[in-house]
T-cell receptor
Framework: GAVVSQHPSRVICKSGTSVKIECRSL??????MFWYRQFPKKSLMLMAT?????????EQGVEKDKFLINHASLTLSTLTVTSAHPEDSSFYIC?????????????FGPGTRLTVT | GENVEQHPSTLSVQEGDSAVIKCTYS??????FPWYKQELGKRPQLIID?????GEKKDQRIAVTLNKTAKHFSLHITETQPEDSAVYFC??????????FGSGTRLSIRP
């Protein structure tokens, strides 16, 4: 149980275009999803917290107009990187928490490797 | 906000020996401390976690300790094996299920 998927797993796009990444909880309902980015050999940096039906909460230094997050249902959150540039190339990982019980655990997706050329 | 520091950044131990990774956190409100193992290009995998009402937890070769007063927590891996080689992250949750990661420790097990 508690499986999270991401799509696509890899994407290459040209500078100036937008890319959408999907994060789905497959077998549970997630009121909260999180988006992280990870540069090579670095840690996971929390970008934003996404709650179903409300606006995402962004961490300090993350541009909300550049990284658009939508959490339209209890099983789907999307991250759109708008007007992508080479410096946006990174590994993007989502995670989700369940709505039931008192579990603190986050369930991570497999990640999306974005390369902007 | 919460800040998690982790050391060492790299650690090399002989197979069969123990490995210890240490972390500190800044927000006294943090109450959940997970540890993750991440292999190259993969998602982080939860290996053990501890809540702030517990001082120590063990699962086979892995143990975590937590000192709330000092805001320290540590991961101990005993009888290390080659498959333990990976990057390990500590993390702290200051609330609202949010998790802040440490900088990571690259553990190498020498045969």
């Amino acid at each position: 149980g508690a499986v999270v998927s991401q799509h696509p797993s890899r994407v290459i796009c040209k500078s100036g275009t937008s890319v959408k990444i999907e994060c789905r909880s497959l077998d549970f309902q997630a009121t909260t999803m999180f988006w992280y980015r990870q540069f090579p050999k670095k840690s996971l940096m929390l970008m934003a917290t996404s709650n179903e039906g409300s606006k995402a909460t962004y961490e300090q230094g993350v541009e909300k107009d550049k990284f658009l997050i939508n959490h339209a249902s209890l099983t789907l959150s999307t991250l759109t990187v708008t007007s992508a540039h080479p410096e946006d190339s990174s590994f993007y990982i989502c995670s989700a928490t369940t709505t039931s019980g008192s579990s603190y655990e986050q369930y991570f997706g497999p990640g999306t490797r974005l390369t902007v050329t | 906000g919460e800040n998690v520091e982790q050391h060492p950044s790299t650690l090399s131990v002989q197979e069969g020996d123990s490995a210890v990774i240490k972390c500190t956190y800044s927000d006294s409100a943090s109450n959940y401390f997970p540890w993750y193992k991440q292999e190259l290009g993969k998602r982080p995998q939860l290996i053990i976690d501890i809540r702030s009402n517990v001082g120590e937890k063990k699962d086979q070769r892995i143990a975590v300790t937590l000192n709330k007063t000092a805001k320290h927590f540590s991961l101990h891996i005993t009888e290390t094996q080659p498959e333990d080689s990976a990057v390990y992250f500590c993390a702290a949750s200051p609330g609202a299920s949010k998790i802040i990661f440490g900088s990571g420790t690259r553990l190498s097990i020498r045969p």
